[in-house]
C-alpha cells in the first residue's frame, strides 16, 4: 500500500530506559511498522502490551551497542518463527558484522536480511515514505569501505553474504547442523578445538573489524496531503472529466480551446507532508557534529519552500546534552507546535512496564514476603528535568502515543499508559558466603513472556557473586531485585556461567559486561569478569568485541569438566559437567570448599536427565533442575531433549540432593507448572524469588496457599 495523508500513522514510546527497557520507539502505519532501536525487554513488552510483529518491516538503529540492539536477536528470532520472510534493518557502520556475529545461535534459514549501512547521507523510499539517514562520523573514524566483505557464497552449510552498493547487503544465516546420536539416543560428542569446531557453518564472510563511533540520526518523511478539486474552476476552464486525475497526479493538459491548465490550477491548497526527527546525541562529542549537519530545510523559518512540516522529534539525548545551552537554541528552530519526546534515563521514572508479572509478584508477597520481595519501583524520576525545559520536553512514560496522521487527530494520546502500583517499601538481604542467597532471576524457556523471563540465577555472598545463564533480559531483572543497591551487585559480580549456546540462556550478558564495566573503570578498579562458556561462545563474545569494546576473561567449559575446577577465589569452586542437550551443553557444579558450613549447588543448565550430573552432584545442598514439561509429556521432552517435572524430581533423587527447585518452564505453563504437589524438599521457581541456601524449605511451607492462588492454571 503506497503511503498516502489519509492514512493512519502515530508514534508509541516503548522503551524510556526505565531500568527494564531502553530507549525505543515504534512507528506505525496501517500496512507496516518500523522500530527505531531495540533493546532488550522489548520483545517481552511488546508481549505483555499485545503488540504485534508480524508487519514489522524495518529496525532503525541510532548507535551501535548493545543498549539499542540487545533485543534484537531475539526479536528476530521471533519475527522468523511467525512466518516473517524478510525483515530491513537500517544503522551504523558495522551493523552487517553484528548480523551476521548471530550466526552462532541465531538458527533460522528462512529470515532474509537487507542491512544498509550508513556510511554517508542515505535515503530510502518505502511506500512513498522518505527516510533520510544523518550520520553524524567523527573525523578520525577508519574508512568503512574497509568494511565490504572478502567472499561471498550460497552453501547450504553455511551463511551468505551479498554486498551490492553504498553499504547495502543481503545475508542468510545458516541453519544449525543436526545432532549427531547413537542408537539410544544420546548426542555423539567429538574432541574439538577453537579451529575444528563447527567449521563450515561458523565461516566468517566479513573481515575482521574495529569499533566505528558513530550516531545516525533519522527523518522520516511522509507525503503533502493535495489540495481539493475545485469543480467550478473545473467547468470554467473546460476540463474534462477523464483529465482530471492527470492534473492530480501533477500533469499539466491541454483543453479543446488550446488553453494549457495546471495542476495548481483547478487544485485547493495542498497540506504540508508531516515528518519527525529521532535525534540521537549521547556526549557533547556528537553535539559538536549535529550542530554542524544541515538541518535548514527543517527549521521553522524556512517551512515556506518545503514540502513537510516536523510534527514531533523524538530525543535520544544524554543529559549532559540535554542540559546544553547550545542544544537548547538548536531545538528552538524548529515549529513551536513540534512535540519533543525526550527518553533519557535520568528523566525518566524507573516505573513498571510487565504488568501481569506485577501482578503475580504482589500475590506471592502476600503470602510470604522474605521469599517474594517486593520489586523496586519509582514513578519519580533520579533527577527532575529543570522547570524551564519542562515546558519544551515530553518525559514519556511507555506506551505514550502520539498521532500524526490523519492531522485532525495530532497529538498525544494517554489511553494507553499503564497504571502504575502503589509505591512499596523495598528491601535487600544480607549477604553471607556460609549462606548465599539464590535469586530466581528468570525461570522461563524459550522467549520472555508476560509471566516470567528467560534463564537466568544469580548466587549472591558477601563481595561476590556467581550467574547461572543470563538471559534477555536479566539486568532488568537485577535492577528490580537490587533496585539502588545494583552497583553494588554489578560490582562484586565475579563469574558468569553460560551453559549453552541457545539465545533464551546468553542474550542478557552483554549488558551485564557493560554496566559492570563502566562502573568500575570510573571508580579506576576494574578487574575483568570470568565468563564460563561453550567453545562457540567465545567466537562470538571476540567477534562482537570488535563492535563495542568489552573486558573479560574467558574459560572453555571443556576445560574445567570432572574434577579440573576453576578456583576464582580461595574457596569458591566451579565446575562444568556434559549434558544431554545439544552439543556443547553444560551444567554446572558451584562449591563453598570451607571445613565449617561447606555448601553445594548444582545447576543443570537445559539437559535430558543424565547419569554425568547425578554423579558430579552427589549429596548436593540444591539442585536446580530444568523441568520444561509436565508428566505425561516425555515425549516431547526427548524430541526436544529436555525434562519433565517427574524426570527433574527423579535426577534429584538418585543425586540423594537436599532440596530441589525446579525452572524453566514452557510457555505452555505461563504462571505455574503442572505436577504433584506433595512432595517433601521440592519447590518451584518463580521470577525474583530469593531464599538463602538454610531455608530452603520455606519455598515447601507455602505450597498449599500458591495452589491456593493459582487454583485455575492447576
Given at each position: ?42 520483545q ?47 544503522g ?12 552462532y ?7 532474509n ?10 535515503n ?9 539517514a544523518?550520520?553524524?562520523?567523527p ?108 492534473l ?46 544541515d ?5 521553522e ?6 514540502e ?32 519533543h519526546?525526550?527518553?533519557c ?28 520481595p ?19 520536553f ?34 535487600n538481604?544480607?549477604?553471607?558466603i ?22 537466568a ?159 558430579a ?16 509429556m ?25 532440596y ?55
Amino acid at each position: 500500500i503506497k503511503m498516502n495523508a489519509n492514512h493512519k500513522v502515530f508514534t508509541q514510546v516503548i522503551g524510556t530506559g526505565n531500568g527494564d527497557t531502553n530507549p525505543c520507539i515504534l512507528m506505525q502505519f496501517e500496512d507496516r511498522k518500523y522500530m527505531f532501536n531495540f533493546g532488550e525487554g522489548t520483545q517481552r513488552l511488546c508481549n505483555q502490551h499485545k503488540i504485534k510483529f508480524p508487519k514489522l518491516s524495518h529496525v532503525f538503529i541510532t548507535e551501535l551497542n548493545w543498549k539499542n540492539i540487545g533485543g534484537l536477536p531475539g526479536g528476530l528470532l521471533t519475527i522468523s518463527d511467525i512466518g516473517v520472510t524478510d525483515i530491513t534493518l537500517v544503522g551504523p557502520a558495522n551493523l552487517a558484522t553484528f548480523t551476521e556475529s548471530m550466526r552462532y545461535f541465531f538458527n533460522r534459514d528462512t529470515l532474509n536480511f537487507h542491512i544498509q549501512e550508513v556510511r554517508d547521507y542515505t535515503n530510502i523510499v518505502d511506500k512513498g515514505v522518505n527516510i533520510r539517514a544523518i550520520p553524524l562520523k567523527p573525523s578520525n573514524i577508519i574508512n568503512t569501505e574497509s568494511l565490504d566483505p572478502l567472499i561471498e557464497n550460497v552453501s547450504e552449510e553455511r551463511s551468505s553474504v551479498s554486498y551490492h552498493d553504498n553499504g547495502l547487503y543481503t545475508m542468510q544465516l545458516a541453519r544449525r547442523v543436526s545432532n549427531k546420536r547413537n542408537s539410544e539416543g544420546e548426542i555423539i560428542t567429538e574432541p574439538h578445538s577453537k579451529t575444528s569446531y563447527f567449521p563450515k557453518r561458523y565461516t566468517r564472510n566479513l573481515p575482521t573489524t574495529t569499533p566505528i563511533p558513530m550516531q545516525v540520526c533519522y527523518a522520516i518523511q511522509m507525503p503533502a496531503k493535495r489540495g481539493k478539486v475545485d469543480m467550478n474552476k473545473v467547468r470554467e476552464l473546460g476540463v474534462k472529466p477523464q483529465d482530471i486525475g492527470r492534473l492530480t497526479k501533477g500533469e499539466t493538459i491541454e483543453t479543446e480551446d488550446g488553453k494549457t491548465v495546471n495542476p495548481g490550477d483547478i487544485l485547493g491548497s495542498s497540506e504540508l507532508g508531516s515528518a519527525i526527527l529521532v535525534v540521537s546525541c549521547t556526549s557533547l562529542v556528537y553535539l559538536d557534529l549535529l550542530l554542524e549537519q544541515d538541518f535548514d530545510i527543517y527549521f521553522e523559518e524556512n517551512e515556506d519552500n518545503v514540502e513537510f512540516r516536523i510534527v514531533q522529534i523524538v530525543h535520544m539525548v544524554s543529559m549532559e546534552v540535554v542540559l546544553d545551552q547550545r542544544y537548547h537554541q538548536w531545538v528552538a528552530r524548529f515549529n513551536q507546535n513540534t512535540n519533543h519526546i525526550l527518553t533519557c534515563k535520568e528523566f525518566c521514572a524507573p516505573s513498571t512496564v510487565f504488568t501481569s508479572w506485577m501482578n503475580v509478584q504482589q500475590r506471592l508477597h502476600a503470602i510470604k514476603s522474605s521469599l517474594f520481595p517486593n520489586p523496586y519501583a519509582s514513578t519519580l524520576p533520579d533527577i527532575l528535568l529543570p522547570e524551564p525545559l519542562q515546558d519544551v520536553f515530553t518525559i514519556p512514560e511507555p506506551l505514550l502515543i502520539f498521532h500524526i496522521l490523519p492531522s485532525k487527530i495530532r497529538g498525544i494520546d494517554t489511553s494507553s499508559l499503564i497504571k502504575q502500583p502503589t509505591n512499596e517499601p523495598h528491601m535487600n538481604e544480607q549477604l553471607s558466603i556460609s549462606d548465599p542467597l539464590v535469586v530466581c532471576l528468570g525461570t522461563g524457556a524459550s522467549i520472555p513472556s508476560k509471566y516470567r523471563n528467560v534463564s537466568a540465577t544469580y548466587i549472591g555472598f558477601e563481595n561476590g557473586g556467581v550467574l547461572l545463564d543470563c538471559g534477555e533480559g536479566t539486568y532488568g531483572q537485577m535492577f528490580r531485585k537490587f533496585g539502588t543497591q545494583l552497583d553494588d551487585h554489578l560490582q562484586n559480580l565475579n563469574v558468569v556461567f553460560i551453559s549453552h549456546l541457545h539465545a533464551d540462556h546468553h542474550l542478557g550478558l552483554f549488558s551485564i559486561l557493560s554496566k559492570r564495566q563502566s562502573l568500575l573503570e570510573a571508580n579506576d578498579n576494574y578487574t575483568p569478569i570470568n565468563i564460563i562458556g561453550p567453545t562457540a561462545f567465545e567466537f562470538w563474545l571476540e567477534e562482537y568485541s570488535e563492535i563495542e569494546t568489552l573486558r573479560y576473561k574467558f574459560t572453555d567449559c571443556n576445560n574445567i569438566t570432572e574434577y579440573q575446577a576453576l578456583y576464582y577465589n580461595e574457596e569458591i569452586s566451579i565446575k562444568s559437567v556434559e549434558v544431554s542437550h545439544c552439543p556443547d551443553a553444560f551444567g554446572a557444579v558451584v562449591e563453598y570448599l570451607s571445613d565449617s558450613n561447606p555448601w553445594k549447588i548444582v545447576y543443570s543448565g537445559d539437559t535430558r536427565p543424565c547419569n554425568t550430573l547425578v554423579n558430579a552432584g552427589k549429596n548436593a545442598d540444591l539442585l536446580i533442575h530444568e523441568a520444561t514439561f509436565e508428566n505425561g509429556m516425555e515425549d516431547d521432552a526427548i524430541a526436544k531433549y529436555h525434562s519433565t517435572t517427574h524426570e527433574a524430581i527423579d535426577v534429584a533423587n538418585r543425586m540423594e540432593a537436599k532440596y530441589l527447585i525446579m525452572n524453566h518452564f514452557s510457555q505452555r505453563y505461563p504462571k505455574i507448572p503442572l505436577f504433584d504437589w506433595n512432595l517433601p524438599n521440592v519447590g518451584i521457581a518463580f521470577d525474583l524469588m530469593t531464599v538463602h541456601l538454610s531455608k530452603l524449605n520455606d519455598i515447601s511451607q507455602i505450597i498449599p496457599q500458591i495452589q491456593d492462588i493459582f487454583k485455575e492454571e492447576q
